[in-house]
């Protein structure tokens, strides 16, 4: 904290309206206004058509398509521990692409490598084609845990973020009002020491835009937040498609069907799989049967229970849902359990894998 005041000081603050005074605080901007900041901020620009002022040494901008990351034979060793164990990965430029594994996988990892914060054993990551460290200009970063100096406001924040990447003026102050503003924190006040923890996630992803990135690396953004948290950060997310490339790293499953292009999934340090989300459902195995009958299914339960495919049975009157290990045998046996029990059949399919079932197949199902 002591540092974070010294680099404050140092940089200053920008001229702006009084803080603590709500009057003429400005609401959340609907999608909309939002998707037009993106635009603006994307197009390289405010309204008025100014660039950013980069400093001394801007990055040169990515050149269109292409992969926008890259991990090539990616190790991280601590100790005996091996947290990544030969990581070969391609992020193609502007998609959203997720970063899936359990918890302990090596996501978090493999993120601080990229951002510098950690060298690899072996291997290399690059950003656009670059290795040099100017590459991480071209970065934005939410970590999981992300940290704020409590004393400032959000504004404060964000303006220091700002001038951290070279930019300044007017072109600053439309950023971080209009970011705020998006985030559903325009109109807040207080201290960052105040806030909730999904205040502090969405103000995170607003310190992660201000410069506009051509890589946004998210790692854990809706961790621990509350549903309406998560569908905020969520929509954030889905608004930045075909903007900037986003890297995506989560646990949660329902997250990444939600917002993501493309998946890898990562266990015990290593690549398991990586495909779209369609393709990946598609590796899955139907294991889920639906099944409905003309009347009361009591009778076919009875003649279903001890079959060698069957492991699991769920009744609703005259409908079933059935959990099988041999799906092909299943579908040939159970009219002939129809048959026996003299009913009628309305419906019998499978039930599409989920994300999640092919998840837990590629994974092992459990943790240790």
Partial sequence: NLVGAAVYLAVGRLPGPAVGSDAGAPEARPAVEAARLIERLYRGGSEAGTSPAWGESPPEPPAGGGQALELCGLRKHFGATIALDGIDLEVPAGSIFGFLGPNGAGKTTALRILTGLARPTAGCARIFDREDPGARRLIGYLPDVPG?????????????????????????????????????????????????RGMKQRLGIAQALVHAPALLLLDEP??????????????AVALLRGHTTVFFSSHILADV?????????????????????????????????????????????????????????????????????????????IPRALAAAGLGLVRLEAVEPTLEDVFLELVGGKRS
């Fill in 148 to 196: 704020f100096y409590p004393w400032m406001t959000a504004a404060e924040f964000l303006e220091l973020s700002g001038r951290l990447h070279g930019l300044g003026g007017a072109e600053l102050e439309e950023r971080v009002s209009a970011l705020l503003d998006w985030m559903a924190l325009g109109a807040v006040r207080g201290r960052i020491g105040s806030f909730s």
């Fill in 222 to 235: 809706t961790s621990a937040l509350d549903p309406i948290g998560r569908r905020e950060v969520l929509d």
């Fill in 257 to 333: 069907e939600r917002v993501c292009d493309t998946v890898a999934v990562l266990d015990r340090g290593r690549i398991v799989a990586r495909a779209s989300v369609a393709e990946l459902r598609s590796r899955g195995r139907p294991r889920r049967l639906r099944i409905e009958v003309r009347a009361e299914a009591e009778r076919l339960v009875a003649g279903l229970k001890g079959a060698p495919w069957l492991t699991g049975i769920r009744r609703e009157g005259s409908r079933l849902e059935i959990e099988v290990r041999d799906p092909e045998r299943a579908e040939r046996e």
